[in-house]
Every structure is written in C-alpha cells, then in structure tokens.
C-alpha cells in the first residue's frame, strides 16, 4: 500500500529543524539603545508635553522608537510615551493624527496596544482607545494590519 504523502510526519526525519525558538523570531539589530541613551529623549518628551506642544510629543515619540532596547528600558520609555499621549486633549487628537506619517502611525498603533496591555496603561484605557478611534477614523485599519504584522516590540 502506497503511504499518503500529506500525512508524513516531516519533522521525524529532522526534528530540531522546525522548531523556532524566541530568539529567532528577534530581528538582529546592529546596536543595542541604552537607557542612558534614551535619557534626555525622555526628558525633551516631557517637556514637550508639559509645555503643551503635543504634535511634537507625538511626533517625537513616533520618531525612531527604540527597538533595539532591553524591555526595563522600554518599560521606562513607555512610562514617558504614556504620559506624553494623556496629555493630549481629546479634542487634539484627530489634528494631531494628521499630522503624523504613515510610519509614524504605525509605531503610535504599537504603543496604544502595548498601553491597553500593561497594567499602568490599563488605566489609561479610555485616552488609548480614543487615540484609536481617531487612527482609524483618519486612516482606517493598515496601521493595525502593520502592528500585526510586524515582529518589531515598542
């Protein structure tokens, strides 16, 4: 009797080669941010929001995100992210969206969606969702399709 192809167990023949480990699914970066590096970022974000400026909070926040950082100095960054976008009134946002790129969007989508998941954004969840609703208002859902896609963390 003839074997059915369809159901041969390929990965008995080779069984470490189907196996993706957290690691691989990490894109290789050249260098790695430090905290020290992201510092006085995090200090032009804040003074950027507390002065009123939020389309260049926004902008500066959606501008080369640090990928390429350890998650405690991504907690850190997101700390000034999050405060930066609560400071926007509601009535801004959709001016403020506007202004932003097609890139700039798709990495404000990865930090309303690392904030709606965390639990300190969590309680900011009505400032997020809001901000989403404007993104899709503006640019209906390719930013989100791109956050799906994407293997690059905020």
Do not use: C
């Not at 690691?23 to 905290?35: C, G, K, R």
């Not at 995100?65 to 997101?78: G, H, L, M, N």
């Not at 009505?126 to 905020?154: C, F, M, N």
């Amino acid at each position: 009797m003839e074997a059915d192809w369809r159901r041969i167990d390929i990965d008995a023949f080779d069984p470490e080669s189907g196996r993706l480990t957290a690691a691989d699914l990490v894109p290789p970066y050249e260098t790695i941010v430090t905290l020290q590096e992201l510092q006085p970022r995090m200090n032009q974000l804040r003074s950027l929001a507390t002065s009123g400026d939020s389309v260049g909070a926004v902008q500066l926040l959606t501008t080369d995100p640090p990928y390429s950082a350890d998650a405690p100095t991504k907690e850190q960054y997101f700390g000034s992210v999050l405060e930066a976008l609560t400071q926007v009134r509601q009535a801004d946002i959709g001016n403020v969206i506007k202004t932003l790129s097609d890139s700039q969007k798709d990495v404000l989508v990865k930090y309303l969606y690392k904030g709606m998941s965390v639990p300190h954004g969590q309680k900011q969840g009505g400032v997020l969702l809001a901000w989403l609703e404007k993104i899709t208002q503006v640019s209906g859902v390719t930013p989100i399709v791109h956050y799906i896609s994407d293997r690059r963390t905020v």
